[in-house]
C-alpha cells in the first residue's frame, strides 16, 4: 500500500464528484431546514426553545457548514474575495451561508429578551 494515512484522511471528502458534492449539500440543507422546522412547530418561537435544542441545533448548522467547507473543493467557483495569495472565498463556500446564518438567528433570537411591550400594546382591541 503506497499511500498513508495521513495523505488518506487529508483527502478524505475533497476529491468527491461534482454531483455528489451537491446532493449532500442539498440532503444537509434539507435535514437542517427540516430540523428548524419540526422544532418551530414543536416548541413555537426559537425565544421558547430549551437550550440544549437551540446549541444542538446552532452546533449541527455550523458543523455541517464546516463539512461543506472542507468537501466543496469540486464546485467551488470563482474567487469572490481573496484572503491570502492561494486562500480566498469562493461562490461554493457561500452556499454553507445559509444553514450559518440561521443558526446565528436562532441563537440570536434565543438569547437576546423580548422587546418590552407599550403601554398601547396592551390596550389594543383586538
Do not use: K, Q
Not at 14 to 22: A, G, K, M, T, V
Not at 91 to 104: F, I, K, Q, T, Y
Amino acid at each position: 500500500m503506497g499511500t498513508s494515512l495521513h495523505s488518506v484522511v487529508a483527502t478524505l471528502g475533497r476529491n468527491l464528484d461534482p454531483n455528489d458534492s451537491i446532493e449532500f449539500l442539498a440532503v444537509v440543507h434539507t435535514v437542517f431546514f427540516s430540523l428548524i422546522v419540526v422544532l418551530a412547530v414543536r416548541f413555537g418561537s426559537p425565544r421558547t426553545w430549551p437550550l440544549r435544542v437551540v446549541s444542538a441545533t446552532a452546533g449541527f448548522g455550523v458543523a455541517a457548514s464546516l463539512v461543506w467547507l472542507w468537501i466543496d473543493h469540486n464546485v467551488e467557483g470563482n474567487v469572490l474575495l481573496a484572503v491570502s495569495y492561494n486562500h480566498g472565498v469562493t461562490v461554493g463556500d457561500m452556499l454553507a451561508l445559509p444553514m450559518l446564518v440561521v443558526s446565528a438567528l436562532v441563537v440570536a433570537v434565543r438569547v437576546c429578551p423580548a422587546p418590552a411591550r407599550s403601554i398601547r400594546d396592551e390596550h389594543r382591541v383586538p
